[in-house]
């Protein structure tokens, strides 16, 4: 059984730039979508660490050792537009949850449907952030893209830009 352990949600926060939510146009129809951008400002609701080694503790994970949050996504005009549910699993070596290899899978529930990211980060490297959108549902059927890192905005965790159609 995993044992786990709550972490908190500023620590996490510095880091997570995966996130989203906002309305877009729709992405269905005959023809190709033009390239649409989407900027999302998120909120940390909660988080926590599973870890796999009960030896390790505190910001430090461990091979397979996960981080899991859960964030409230707002669009431009700082209406909620949706929620945000990233998991991510450390593949490489023993580090600090800021200099962890993290693979990393976030779905954005929309209220038209959902976009879905996935890829390799470092929350320390957060500036050269570059995920690929591998999917959506609904309006976002089809989606494909990259998420990029945002500039920081006060009273917010992170900012994500979608770059949708990309």
């Not at 209406?79 to 490489?92: D, I, L, P, Q, R």
């Not at 890192?149 to 900012?159: C, I, L, T």
Request: proline share 4%; net charge positive.
């Amino acid at each position: 059984m995993f044992r786990r352990t709550r972490i908190t949600a500023a620590a996490l926060a510095a880091g997570a730039a995966v996130a989203a939510a906002a309305v877009i146009p729709s992405l269905g129809g005959a023809q190709a979508p033009a390239p649409t951008e989407l900027t999302l400002k998120m909120k940390v609701r909660g988080a926590e660490q599973v870890r796999h080694n009960k030896k390790v503790r505190g910001d430090t994970l461990a091979p397979g050792d996960m981080v899991i949050i859960r964030l409230d996504a707002f669009g431009a005009d700082g209406t909620k537009a949706g929620s945000a549910y990233t998991e991510c699993t450390n593949v490489g070596k023993k580090a600090s949850s800021g200099n962890a290899k993290l693979q990393c899978t976030q779905t954005y529930t929309l209220r038209d449907g959902q976009i879905v990211t996935a890829g390799v980060i470092s929350f320390s490297r957060l500036s050269d952030l570059r995920i690929p959108i591998v999917g959506g549902s609904g309006a976002y059927h089809g989606a494909t893209g990259e998420l990029r890192a945002g500039r920081p905005e006060k009273g917010f965790d992170s900012v994500d830009v979608l770059h949708l159609g990309a």
